[in-house]
């Protein structure tokens, strides 16, 4: 089976409380499932490095100050993916779809109704405990 994928995962809470998630665009990997947004690290890049690219090229944000919150290890049929979260807690420029994908701002409560990759999950039950 091919190498681990190295994917750098932001968590973004804003200031009501809520968490932003992203759909899977149509034609990817678990297509219409949501997710947190982020993207694989490349070569020689760092995980800090990763997400502020892949949050700039996906959200149309800049990132400041972020945090890591866990890591995630996680085996799917066609491959391996290692998720590297971390919380960012401010970023410039208001989040939106840069790559056409739809966007939504969750509370807590309102998280299970979101179907989400398996390797999503803990990161989802870590998330509960924040807003709670």
């Known amino acids: 089976m ?3 994928i190295h994917v750098a995962v932001g968590v973004l809470i804003d200031s009501k409380g809520c ?4 759909r899977r ?6 297509a219409g499932y949501w997710e947190f947004p982020g993207g694989k690290v490349e070569v020689g ?20 100050e972020t945090v890591p919150l866990m ?4 085996d799917y049929p066609e491959k391996q993916v290692l998720l ?12 939106h779809g840069a790559e056409g994908q739809p ?6 409560g309102s998280l299970d109704e979101f179907q989400v990759p ?3 999950a803990e990161i989802m039950l870590r998330v509960k405990a924040l807003l709670a």
Request: glycine fraction near 6%.
């Open 84 to 95: 590297d979260v971390h919380q960012v807690k401010d970023w410039k420029g208001e989040p």
């Open 103 to 108: 966007l939504a701002w969750v509370d807590a």
């Open 45 to 64: 890049e760092s995980v800090q490095t990763a997400l502020a690219r892949e949050l700039e090229e996906e959200l149309g944000t800049r990132i400041g």
């Open 2 to 4: 091919a190498s681990r």
């Open 19 to 22: 968490v932003l998630l992203t």
């Open 25 to 30: 665009l149509k034609g990817t990997h678990l």
């Open 118 to 120: 398996e390797a999503n």
């Open 71 to 74: 890591t995630v290890s996680h």
